[in-house]
């Protein structure tokens, strides 16, 4: 009952005081306001202080909240614009590096600085290996421009492959790096001869038949031999030494090479158009 009786004495003096201020205005404003209805303006507006404090202690949190909600919907509707310009921006440079990238590729098959007497047809790589048995790629030209089975495949760096399938559309390209592959190289410093050979995707390719008194010095190039009969014509580059050694009580040196092209990274080729029947150039 004490509860209920200082309820509703809050609520007796809070009309009160309402009722007293629109009393206050009134006289006022019909008053002109006095210097005796100035201090009764200052006494209601005293009194009401408390009342507007509580008010605004509860309206301000309330606005605050929906200005917090009207700027997190506008900071994340910005932040969303400004991602997209940057990955637009990201996109448009990467474009411009790899078709940068195309363009200098493009350029290097054009100009050749081996084998360049040869005819030979320009190819772009369609698609790779579909399994993991055999590392090939394939190319966008066929038997109308000339290609055949057994035919060298470069780029501006050195040798790719061989060809090994074609269609009137496409050829397939076994890549240098295939188990299977095989190629007679030399030694560009000392000009002795072996038989490098596939070992696998991005794995140096094993040399074989190197005497153990041949000078092998690291770094130094290694091209085909192009001996008589040999698939490949002579001077093709195929690698650098990565490493040799000589094992005691071996009868040749153990030697590896890196091949010089990128083969994870083939966009176009190009097809030498010769047989081990021709003549080397």
Do not use: C
Request: proline letters at 6%.
């Amino acid at each position: 009952m004490a509860v209920y009786r200082r309820s509703t004495r809050h609520r007796f003096l809070l009309v009160l005081l309402v009722l007293t201020s629109i009393t206050v205005i009134t006289v006022d404003v019909r008053g002109g306001g006095g210097g005796a209805m100035e201090s009764i303006r200052r006494g209601a507006r005293d009194a009401f202080a408390p009342v507007q404090s509580a008010a605004d202690d509860v309206i301000n949190p309330v606005g605050d909240f929906f200005g917090g909600l009207f700027r997190y919907g506008h900071l994340k509707a910005e932040n969303a614009r400004l991602r997209n310009q940057l990955n637009a921006m990201k996109g448009k440079v990467n474009a411009s590096t790899d078709a940068e990238r195309e363009r200098a590729e493009f350029a290097a098959l054009n100009k050749l600085s081996f084998a360049d007497n040869l005819p030979a047809v320009a190819a772009r790589v369609v698609a790779t290996s579909p399994s993991n048995f055999q590392e090939t790629v394939e190319i966008d030209r066929g038997l109308p421009a000339g290609i055949q089975k057994g035919m060298p495949v470069v780029t501006g760096a050195g040798l790719v492959g061989k060809v090994v399938a074609v269609s009137q559309q496409r050829a397939t390209i076994l890549l240098l790096t295939d188990p299977s592959f095989n190629v007679g190289i030399r030694l560009s410093s000392s000009g002795d001869v072996g038989v490098a050979r596939g070992n696998g995707t991005r794995e140096p390719l094993p040399v074989d038949l190197v005497d153990v008194g041949t000078k092998v010095t690291g770094g130094e190039v290694v091209v085909t031999s192009g001996l008589q009969g040999s698939v490949f014509p002579p001077s093709i580059p195929v690698g650098k030494v990565r490493s040799a050694k000589v094992q005691p009580g071996s009868l040749q040196q153990e030697v590896t090479i890196d091949p010089l092209v990128d083969l994870n990274r083939l966009d176009f080729v190009k097809v030498l158009l010769w047989q081990p029947s021709s003549s080397p150039p």
